[in-house]
């Protein structure tokens, strides 16, 4: 305390502390950045612009840690323009007033500014119509940082004036470059084995940020020797995945999921499954789906799969977690190996277009029930023959309204039981066709 009483007497100021090691490692040029080459490269649409001198509205569309803000900067930096930030989250209307007023009289005195606006997807439809006068007239350039969709979440208008540019994930061979650029500025390296190294790269889950903070965490620790992964992953929280039940992340992984038992691959399936109940979803929410895949993509090739969800589905309310995930892990599996038919899905679709097109046409009368004389009067029912009575229990009558062209809807796949099913359809074709002549002749 005596130290601290005669630095402030004497007039010293206190040392300022320490940088955090994620601001000292960032990039002072865009070929520091680690990463992006898709973007930054050559030939790639940044690179491109900056060779050409014209600079256009841009959104960053990608995950947290991937150079979004830091990249902004840099191109402000590079296209000499004034560089103001803001975030959707803590701005305002009024604010909003206050950094294109500022920035028109800045172009007034023949300086431009670029505008980075972090997490865009938060402002409104009315807000993010605010930006759209002064991107046109030259007062700002906006570039847009988001998490999520640009096409469900930013205006059309406002994306019609900007490029989005999709900012990928860190792989674990740039994740090692940070750590290594880590390294050289701390002037030793990560108390870590090779396994321990690993975990950690793994634990940043492709978040450039995320990895420079963990490093801070190791290097902080006084230890006598390189760390085992054991080690490591006790004295580290491991980083939650990535995963937002309502955001883009939800929505790719179910299709993943999808797509993986559809494409009869099990080991996909389930490794999808798995992250998803890793990120938080709701069993539930998976039960329903898993049943959807069995409807959709399954059908009558395989009739037991859709039960086999259900009384999975059903195992899970009565087991709870974690037990009752398994059940829906073996649904999983068991639609993944299943034979795969769609029949069913377009049948129905196209039997939907039909009836929206055949309007209010009535059934043909002889199939029409007649439980009064009235009715009878009118005819309906007459004629109907009761299949039961029929050679080989079939009419071969016609069920389609009267001057309808008979409709072909369900068309079923040579694989599982409807192999069986398509046999039976070709069997009463041909007795139909058979019944048609008799009727004919």
């Not at 990535?242 to 080991?267: F, Q, T, W």
């Not at 999975?312 to 073996?330: I, K």
């Not at 040579?414 to 069997?427: A, N, P, T």
Request: net charge negative.
């Amino acid at each position: 305390m005596a130290d601290l009483f005669d630095s402030a007497a004497s007039g010293q100021p206190a040392a300022a502390p320490p940088r955090p090691l994620a601001d000292r490692l960032r990039p002072a040029r865009l070929d520091e950045v680690i990463g992006q080459e898709q973007v930054l490269g050559p030939d790639a649409p940044l690179g491109a612009m900056l060779e050409a001198g014209s600079l256009s509205s841009l959104v960053f569309w990608g995950p947290p840690g991937v150079g979004k803000t830091t990249i902004a900067r840099l191109l402000a930096d590079q296209t000499d323009l004034h560089f103001v930030q803001i975030s959707a989250i803590f701005t305002g209307v009024p604010d909003l007033r206050k950094v294109f007023e500022a920035a028109r009289m800045r172009r007034q005195n023949g300086k431009g500014t670029l505008l980075f606006v972090d997490e865009i997807h938060r402002f409104n439809k009315a807000q993010q119509d605010g930006f759209l006068p002064y991107m046109e007239d030259g007062t700002i350039l906006l570039v847009g940082a988001t998490t999520e969709n640009p096409s469900f979440e930013l205006n059309a208008a406002l994306l019609s004036r900007a490029q989005v540019l999709i900012l990928r994930r860190l792989e674990a061979s740039d994740l090692e470059r940070l750590a290594q650029r880590a390294e050289a500025d701390v002037g030793r390296p990560l108390p870590l084995d090779p396994s321990a190294r690993a975990a950690l790269i793994e634990m940043a889950d492709g978040d450039g940020r995320a990895l420079l903070n963990l490093i801070e965490q190791v290097m902080a620790w006084k230890v006598p020797g390189p760390l085992t992964r054991e080690i490591l992953i006790t004295r580290l929280m491991k980083r939650a995945a990535k995963y937002d039940k309502s955001g883009d992340e939800h929505y790719n992984l179910i299709s993943a999921l999808h797509k993986s038992v559809r494409g009869s691959d099990p080991d996909a399936a389930l490794y999808w499954f798995a992250r998803m109940l890793a990120g938080g979803e709701d069993p539930r929410y998976l039960a329903r789906r898993i049943t959807r895949m069995a409807v959709e993509d399954i059908g009558l090739a395989d009739p037991q799969a859709q039960a086999i969800c259900l009384q999975a589905w059903d195992t899970y309310e009565r087991l709870g977690s974690p037990e009752g995930e398994l059940a829906l892990a073996q649904a999983v599996t068991y639609l993944a190996l299943a034979p795969k038919s769609n029949a069913g899905y377009t049948a129905f679709k196209a039997a939907q277009v039909a009836a929206r097109e055949a309007g209010s046409a009535p059934p043909p009368n002889h199939i029409l029930n007649a439980p009064t004389r009235l009715m009878k009067e009118q005819g309906f029912g007459e004629g109907y023959a009761y299949d039961h009575e029929a050679e080989d229990a079939f009419s071969g009558q016609n069920y389609f309204p009267d001057g309808m062209k008979r409709g072909s809807y369900y068309e079923p796949v040579d694989r599982g039981f409807e192999r069986d099913l398509k046999k039976r359809m070709s069997y009463f074709a041909g007795l139909r066709a058979k019944r048609d002549g008799q009727r004919h002749e």
